[in-house]
């Protein structure tokens, strides 16, 4: 069965720093482009970063310079490094795999998700 499953999430002050982990289980994990998107109470998901089978990337604005994103295709692994934390980005963190990059990055679409890990910034 395929299996996405995040970890790492958890409460830290403004300023401080995460890492999520994103670990698949019964896919073929490198030929998936994997993303992070987040959820915030009374919002719609958003993205926040991708990275693709050649290791390209690409990230929200306004993540960008904060967090990075990056994969182990040796451990079936993706992470989100988030640094320099603000309220903004309490949210519960998803991530997801995705054949095509272009339809996860421009209409959220994968074809497997995993069930999420909260983040919580306090200012």
């Known amino acids: 069965e395929e299996q996405l499953v995040e970890s790492g999430g958890g409460l830290v002050q403004a300023g401080g720093s995460l890492r999520l982990s994103c670990t698949a289980s019964?896919?073929?994990?490198?030929?998936?482009?994997i993303g992070w998107f987040r959820q915030a109470p009374g919002k719609e998901r958003e993205k926040v970063a991708y990275?693709?089978?050649?290791?390209?990337?690409d990230y929200q604005d306004s993540v960008k310079g904060r967090f990075t994103i990056s994969r182990d295709n040796a451990k079936n692994m993706a992470y989100l490094q988030m640094d320099s934390l603000n309220p903004e980005d309490t949210a519960v963190y998803y991530c997801?795999?995705?054949?095509?990059?272009?339809?996860?990055?421009?209409?959220?679409?994968?074809?497997?998700w995993g069930q999420g890990t909260q983040v919580t910034v306090s200012s």
């Open positions: 997801a795999a995705a054949l095509r990059a272009w339809n996860l990055w421009n209409h959220g679409q994968a074809d497997y």
């Open positions: 019964g896919l073929s994990f490198d030929e998936y482009t």
């Open positions: 990275i693709n089978t050649d290791y390209s990337t």
